[in-house]
């Protein structure tokens, strides 16, 4: 009869223990503790993943536009000081739409583009470089409101002239600052501009070769 009793007990006892081990342990809540939510994409292996920024220039959005034609004025107009009075004659030239045979403008960069914006480059980069030589107030330069008054010999500048001079068009032009190597490299450029320009009595040309060169990087002509 105890015999019996005892393996009841131990029946009753190893029942019990498993019912404790089937059911699991309701968890305890904590406080700010939100319940998971699932991801509404669903699965995100799926989700094509950002474009590399090396493989665009640094730009993981949109591509760069070229500026169209009437931007192309604005934009000489306001970082060189003067209008390039040949561009409404060259318009149709450079992509602006004649709504006659066609009806949406030309924004892509080509040889065509290039070569009429250089030589819109060089008539108002010349022009307006001549015109700041001559200014003595410094107030109504354009290319050379950082130069001393009056605007002589520029070979003389300091370096730290020279980078002022370069930083200003830079910003003017391409709305960023040069900046480490690419300031050195065009500092470089200046001072040999600057030396050829001593050489032959034209002073301008020092400013205007550099006003060509911003001019016509794609940055002044991208957006």
Not at 17 to 26: E, F, L, N, W
Not at 60 to 76: D, F, H, N, Y
Request: charged share 25%; net charge neutral; aromatic share 6%.
């Amino acid at each position: 009869m105890r015999r019996l009793l005892l393996t009841a007990l131990l029946a009753l006892a190893t029942g019990c223990t498993q019912g404790s081990v089937d059911v699991p342990a309701k968890p305890v809540p904590l406080d700010a503790q939100l319940d998971p939510v699932p991801n509404p994409h669903g699965n995100t292996d799926q989700i094509d993943p950002l474009p590399d920024p090396e493989a665009q220039g640094g730009s993981v959005g949109r591509a760069p536009r070229r500026l169209t034609v009437a931007q192309l004025k604005e934009s000489i107009r306001v970082a060189v000081g003067m209008e390039w009075d040949e561009l409404e004659s060259r318009a149709q030239s450079l992509g602006r739409a004649d709504y006659a045979l066609i009806t949406s403008e030309n924004t892509e960069p080509n040889l065509v583009f290039a070569r009429f914006l250089d030589d819109g480059a060089r008539k108002v980069c010349i022009a307006q470089a001549q015109k700041d030589i001559a200014q003595a107030d410094v107030s109504l330069r354009t290319l050379g409101r950082t130069l001393p008054s009056p605007m002589s010999d520029l070979t003389k500048l300091t370096d730290a002239q020279v980078n002022e001079t370069l930083v200003y068009l830079s910003t003017r032009f391409w709305g960023a600052p040069l900046s480490g190597e690419e300031l050195t490299r065009y500092a470089t450029f200046f001072r040999k501009a600057a030396a050829r320009a001593e050489t032959l009595k034209k002073r301008d040309q020092a400013l205007a070769v550099v006003c060509i060169a911003m001019l016509t990087d794609s940055r002044f002509i991208t957006y």
